[in-house]
C-alpha cells in the first residue's frame, strides 16, 4: 500500500529554520518524482518543489535560495529543508508522488512562521 | 497569481452538470497534460483526472476531463452534495520547469 507521511512542522520565528520529513512506503523514492506542495491558511494550492527519480531538482521561485529537496534512499524518506523562513511561508505542507498526476498525497504537516 | 485561471466559482443543482474551465498557455497546457484535483474542506486534494482525461481507480464515471489547445475543462455530470468542494487543474510548465496550478475552484450543490 502506498502512504506518504509528513513530519517535522510546527511553530518558528521569522528568519528561523525547519526540516520537514515525508516517509514513504510501497514504492521507492528513488523511482518517482516526489514534490513539496504548500496551501497557506484560506488560500489555494502552490507547488513547492521537485526531486526527480535520477535525484535533480526544481524548485518554486518563491522559495528558490532558502528551500532545499533531497532524499535518503535507506529511510525511503524525502526532506525539505527550509531556512530564512518568512511569514508568508506559513501553510500546510504536503509531499506528494507524481505518477501522471499528483496521485498519492500524505496528510500535510502545519508550518507557522511567527513571532 | 496563478499560472492557469479558473473561475471562483460555479454551481448548479443537484442532478445537473457543472463544468470548470482551465486557461493556460503554450508551455503549460499546450505541451503537457493536465490533472485535476477535488479538495474536502480539512483533507489533502485527491486526484480525479490525469493525462487530461483519465480517472483513477475509485473515481466515479460522472467526472471527465478535456483538453483543448491550451485550456482544459473539467466536467461533473449527475452533481452530488459530496461533490461540494474546491476543484483545481495542474499541469508542468517545460517552459519554467515548475508544476502549476489554477487559482482553484469552489463547486456549489445549490
Known amino acids: 500500500e502506498v502512504q506518504l507521511v509528513e513530519s517535522g512542522g510546527g511553530l518558528v520565528q521569522p528568519g528561523g529554520s525547519l526540516r520537514l520529513s515525508c516517509v514513504v512506503s510501497?514504492?521507492?523514492?528513488?523511482?518517482?518524482?516526489l514534490n513539496w506542495v504548500r496551501q497557506a491558511p484560506g488560500k489555494g494550492l502552490e507547488w513547492v518543489s521537485v526531486?526527480?527519480?535520477?535525484?535533480?531538482?526544481s524548485y518554486a521561485d518563491s522559495v528558490k535560495g532558502r528551500f532545499t529537496i533531497s532524499r535518503d534512499y535507506s529511510k525511503n524518506t524525502i526532506y525539505l529543508q527550509m531556512n530564512s523562513l518568512r511569514a508568508d511561508d506559513t501553510a500546510v505542507y504536503y509531499c506528494?508522488?507524481?505518477?501522471?498526476?499528483?496521485?498519492?498525497w500524505g496528510q500535510g504537516t502545519l508550518v507557522t512562521v511567527s513571532s | 497569481q496563478s499560472v492557469l485561471t479558473q473561475p471562483p466559482s460555479v454551481s448548479a443543482a443537484p442532478g445537473q452538470k457543472v463544468t470548470v474551465s482551465c486557461s493556460g498557455s503554450?508551455?503549460?497546457?499546450?505541451?503537457?497534460?493536465v490533472s485535476w484535483y477535488q479538495q474536502l474542506p480539512g483533507t489533502a486534494p485527491r486526484l480525479h483526472i490525469y493525462?487530461?482525461?483519465k480517472r483513477p481507480s475509485g473515481i466515479p464515471g460522472r467526472f471527465s476531463g478535456s483538453k483543448s489547445a491550451t485550456s482544459a475543462t473539467l466536467a461533473i455530470t449527475g452533481l452530488q452534495t459530496g461533490d461540494e468542494a474546491d476543484y483545481y487543474c495542474?499541469?508542468?510548465?517545460?517552459?519554467?520547469?515548475?508544476?502549476?496550478f489554477g487559482s482553484g475552484t469552489r463547486v456549489t450543490v445549490l
Open positions: 506528494a508522488r507524481h505518477l501522471g498526476g499528483l496521485d498519492y
Open positions: 510501497g514504492f521507492s523514492v528513488t523511482s518517482n518524482y
Open positions: 526531486i526527480y527519480g535520477a535525484g535533480s531538482t
Open positions: 503554450n508551455s503549460n497546457i499546450g505541451s503537457n497534460h
Open positions: 493525462d487530461n482525461d
Open positions: 495542474g499541469t508542468w510548465d517545460s517552459g519554467l520547469n515548475v508544476y502549476v
